[in-house]
């Protein structure tokens, strides 16, 4: 089965700094999605991460806090932005597989401190 | 707007027992509907998924999902449960915009203890 993987699986960052994750898929993929979540909670959509267009964003997230990249089929990253630790959370990226629609598959997911 | 609603934050059931995990959808058309579990400290991992066809899905881990369409409700269940299936479940909906777009809308979550 295909592989998903996040870096970094976890980072203590300071506020004002910003952090890049990275979400890696080991074959091609149609759709790409961020999410936040907060431990024990449901999941919160940021935005479609989609190839070679802007990232379409959901009502609360704008592009200069949370930008985005999907460079190609396999790759995208996430930015969060002159952090604050109302940031503190965990972020996920899934996607979709290509030849495979309907079904989300998550990575492990970024768990994020903010000091 | 479609939405997914997960009436139960916990259930607790006995090992060996069988177990139900509840979910009502609201959609327009017709739904797409899904289940998935998270472990602690880990991501979701896919269940099983309604798009069509026979109202009973079967999935991974000996789960399997019931759509009722005239209850709304796509209920999460197994026949005998292992302390190892205590987590966290997400139902979900596929919201389809139309024109190809579309998001995944999650339930709040059930957290399922099972009790040894």
């Known amino acids: 089965s295909a592989v998903i993987s996040q870096k970094p699986s976890r980072d203590i960052c300071q506020r004002g700094t910003s952090l890049t994750i990275q979400c890696q898929v080991d074959?091609?993929?149609?759709?790409m999605f961020w999410y936040r979540q907060q431990p024990g909670q449901s999941l919160t959509l940021i935005a479609t991460?989609?190839?070679?267009?802007?990232?379409?964003?959901e009502s609360g997230f704008v592009i200069d806090k949370f930008p985005i990249s999907r460079p190609n089929l396999t790759f995208s990253t996430l930015t969060v932005s002159n952090m604050s630790p109302e940031d503190s959370s965990i972020y996920l990226c899934?996607?979709?597989?290509?030849?495979?629609?309907?079904?989300?598959?998550f990575g492990p997911g970024t768990r994020l401190l903010v000091l | 707007a479609q939405s997914v609603a997960q009436p139960e934050d916990q259930v607790n059931v006995a090992e060996g027992n069988p177990l139900t995990v509840k979910c009502t959808y609201s959609?327009?058309?017709?739904?797409?509907l899904f289940w998935y579990v998270q472990y602690p400290n880990r991501g979701l991992q896919f269940l099983l998924k309604?798009?069509?066809?026979d109202n009973l899905v079967k999935g991974s881990y000996g789960f399997e999902a019931e759509f009722n369409k005239s209850q709304t409700s796509f209920h999460l269940k197994k026949p005998s449960a292992l302390v190892s299936d205590s987590a966290l479940y997400f139902c979900?909906?596929?919201?389809?915009w139309g024109s190809g777009t579309y998001k995944y809308i999650f339930g709040t979550g059930t957290r399922l203890k099972v009790l040894a």
């Open positions: 959609v327009s058309g017709n739904p797409y």
């Open positions: 074959s091609q993929v149609t759709m």
């Open positions: 899934s996607v979709e597989f290509r030849g495979e629609g309907e079904t989300q598959y």
């Open positions: 979900a909906v596929r919201d389809n």
């Open positions: 991460a989609n190839q070679g267009s802007e990232a379409t964003y």
């Open positions: 309604y798009i069509t066809g």
